[in-house]
């Protein structure tokens, strides 16, 4: 019995949620049974990790969607390392996956869909449909994103295999030293409830909703600070928006953060005002970090996040009752503390990457076939 290859085909390979996912994946997957490598349309650091996982990585270098030069050396590069399964991730990356994946004479094709799309992309579902005989199962990260793909894609439900993502719970643990030391960086004295933001500063994650509920908070939430970590389109809107504040340190753009465990442990809670989302990662590991999470009341988030119970959800778009929600939890510390609690203890029960990885190692060995078990 030969080990199964799988090869990992992705987007890109920044640090963001579906490609910490598939770092997380392929440097857990049992070895004794999976030979495994990552390969992205385009690179970024997240290639350096698994390279010192052990894990080959390699980046493509991709400049546009109709770059046939390294469609053809993905082609080259499958039909040398002989996958059993090409396992993609995000659009992109499907399609080129399908296509090289045909050429190289890849057995098996399996797909994770990460997002429940709120755009209007039609042609998306219609590819899906038209090259639904080329993939086996389409692995969704949520049942909303299960239910909105197979709603749009019109593909049987056998197609479909859910597969929430997870995390590394305990690397989530609050750290006191690292609390103190990224509040004396920002300027922020102890004894202040610090709000945080962590993802892309686009529409889609609701940036300006934030920054509108901000802008409420400031004449009356004088105990309250707000640090905002991510890069994104609306990165001239937020500095114009923080250069207008900053003088009173009320709010503070931190860029792009590596270290997002930092952040959580020292902020008081997160605060995610998606227009719509697939799987809120961002929000599993604040409250694996023990903080309540005040989020977007969308698909994907209403899954994660419990109202009033590990967090709360508003409307998406309404700013007014987003600032409502966190001044209320900056002035109850009791409250904050019994939705957080609450929170470690639903991402403890659903959420450890142990069970997304033997769920994807059981569907690895079943579309393998037996030559394999």
Known sequence: MGRIRVCQLITELRPFGAERCVYELARRLDRAKFDVQVIGLRGGEVADWLAAAGVPASALGLRGKWDLGKLAKLAALLRQWRPDILHTHLFHADLAGRAAGYLAGVKHLLHTVHVAEARFLPWRFAMARLLSGSCERIICVSPSVLDHHARRSGLPLSKYRLI?????????????????????????????????????????????????????LRPAGASIRFVLAGEGPLRARVAAFVGRHENQGFVRH???????????????????????????????????????????????????????????LIPRENAAMLADSMLALANDAGLRTRLGESGLRRVREHYGIEK??????????????????
């Open 254 to 312: 931190l860029g792009f953060v590596h270290d997002v465990r930092a952040v959580l442990s020292a902020a008081d809670m997160l605060v995610m005002p998606s227009r719509w989302e697939g799987f809120g990662l961002a929000a599993v590991e604040a409250m694996a970090a023990g903080l309540p999470v005040i989020a977007s009341d969308v698909a994907g988030l209403r899954e994660v996040v419990v109202d009033k119970k590990t967090g709360l």
């Open 164 to 216: 929430p993502n997870g995390i590394d719970i305990d690397a989530y643990v609050r750290d006191r030293r690292r609390r103190s030391q990224c509040r004396a960086q920002w300027g922020v004295a102890q004894d202040q409830v610090v709000a945080a933001f962590v993802g892309r500063l686009d529409v889609q994650k609701g940036i300006d909703t934030l920054l509108e509920a901000i802008g409420r």
């Open 356 to 373: 997304n990885v033997l769920a994807h190692e059981r569907l690895y060995e079943l579309i393998a076939g037996p030559s394999h078990q």
